[in-house]
């Protein structure tokens, strides 16, 4: 029998099963889809994955490090292989779409080369990363890093606000903070890495395009910002005698959304603010605020690290407020590799589907991986634009769409990657 070329995913109508069942484990205390890392609801979420792996032919383990690894062995004697996934945790009140689509496509991959007899001659590693969202203790991506070595024993040190360590919390969920240290992979083995995700962003849409090729991922810094002024009357101090905490952190909100909106690929995100006592008639004591800058330009977020620092500094002195800037783990912009980039474009015309290339504005694993290994991303249209929130939404077809580039990427990559 010979094989269509190029080939479509074998069973959509079980991609989109996946997906739905996936969008059951969820904690449902909370609105939206939620299966936020360290939670029980992602430690069941992965060990589906897992038997789901297994079940599709895949040897199939949950890795030191929370991640589920699944390996379809190739048929060259070597040890070269190509790497696939995505993440299956969700921000909380997320929706079902994010990281999953990478996932569940992945598995169809599998099921449609066993059902066509294709075997590959690399081995295909098929990857749900760990946490990839950023959790409490301001760190993102825990799996792919953990995976690359770009994870430090100081980050498992980390607490959250209420003082707990992370890697109390990892114990906590059975995962060792050792094993997790020392669960780096060879990545001299794997050629090539190819994420599939939604866009999570507006432009397919507008462009009409079916797929997004992506050139690079966004770089980010983070960041911890801790107030401290003093505890008054809210009615007797006069106004010019405070030390209002909460008033330098309000100031430093704004300062954020001010220095990203001065540039248009700027990005300036306040993601918590916290005032203690949090009471009607007494002045901030202390405040905390945790936030964000994006850009795909290090200059320019280096430059908002600079002003933002100046910013904190100028809101506390004007009040006499103490302010400590702490800068959490942060990336790089990453690009995507150019040879791969022109195959998931080919691919994508051959399967007659309209394309457009851009940038990614969010976080991904593929941004740790391309560290290591030259990476590809493939995007499918949000609806509206609109993600991490519960009306994140994907249409089947597209979804399917981007099983299809992803299928034969991985197939022409077979085939045209060296082998050792
Ligand atoms: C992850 O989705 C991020 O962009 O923060
Ligand atoms: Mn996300
Ligand atoms: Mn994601």
Known sequence: MSVRDPLTI??????????????????????GWTRQALTEADVVGRHWVRARMAEAGLDAHIDGAGNVIGVLHGTAPGNSAIMTGSHTDTVEGGGRYDGNVGVAAALEVVRTLHTNNVRLRHDLIVVD??????????ISCIGSRALTGFITPEDLDRVDSDGVRFADELTRIDIDPSALLSSRMDSSRIKAFVELHIEQGPYLEEQGSDIGLVTSITGIKRFRVAFRGRPDHAGTTPMNRRHDAG???????????QIASANVDGRGTTGLVTFTPDAVNIVTESAELWGEFRSPDLRWLDDAGTEFHSAVQREGASRSVEAQLDWLPSEQPAGMDDRFIEVTAREADR???????LYSGAEHDAAIIAKKIPTAMIFVPSKDGRSHCPDEFTADKDIHSGANVLLNTIITLDRELDFD
């Open 129 to 138: 990363f760990f946490s990839e969202e950023p959790n409490r203790f301001g």
């Open 351 to 357: 399967l007659g589907l309209k394309q457009s290339r």
């Open 10 to 31: 074998a069973d959509p109508e079980q991609l989109t099963a996946d997906l739905v069942h996936l969008s059951t484990i969820v904690d449902s205390t909370v609105p």
């Open 247 to 257: 008033c330098a952190a309000a100031g430093s909100v704004l300062a954020i959304e």
